[in-house]
């Protein structure tokens, strides 16, 4: 399910066009219809807002102007031989790291205000 903050492939004519970050999924004033704001990521930037169901923003293929469009979700390749995803393997990994007890996470926002 795509959501906020998602990165997304926007494909034209089953063809990838541009990368665009989900900034805002609102409901519209039409029942099962939504306002997705998306934030192309081209140069220059820009900002759009479409008007889609639930089932665009999740992949289904609709029409613009005629056109094939569909939304697909970005999701980070695993590195090589790497298969396991869970929290629990994150946890096991994070135990297993030498030398990191009692380390200290330094905040960037906290340094900027100094």
């Known amino acids: 399910?795509?959501?906020?903050n998602d990165i997304v492939l926007i494909y034209f004519e089953d063809k990838p066009l541009v990368f665009a970050r989900v900034e805002g999924i609102t409901p519209d004033v039409k029942a099962g219809w939504y306002g997705i704001k998306l934030l192309l990521l081209q140069v220059p930037l820009q900002v759009v807002t479409w008007i889609l169901r639930d089932?665009?923003?999740n992949g289904g293929?609709?029409?613009m102007n005629g056109k094939r469009m569909?939304?697909?979700k970005v999701v980070v390749p695993a590195e090589p031989g790497d298969?396991?995803?869970?929290?629990?393997?994150e946890e096991k990994l994070k135990k297993k790291l030498p030398g990191k007890e009692g380390a200290k996470v330094i905040s960037l926002a906290d340094l900027k205000k100094k």
Request: hydrophobic content about 35%.
């Open 83 to 89: 298969t396991d995803h869970s929290p629990v393997r």
């Open 70 to 72: 569909r939304l697909e």
């Open 55 to 57: 089932v665009y923003i």
């Open 61 to 63: 293929e609709f029409t």
């Open 1 to 4: 399910m795509t959501t906020v």
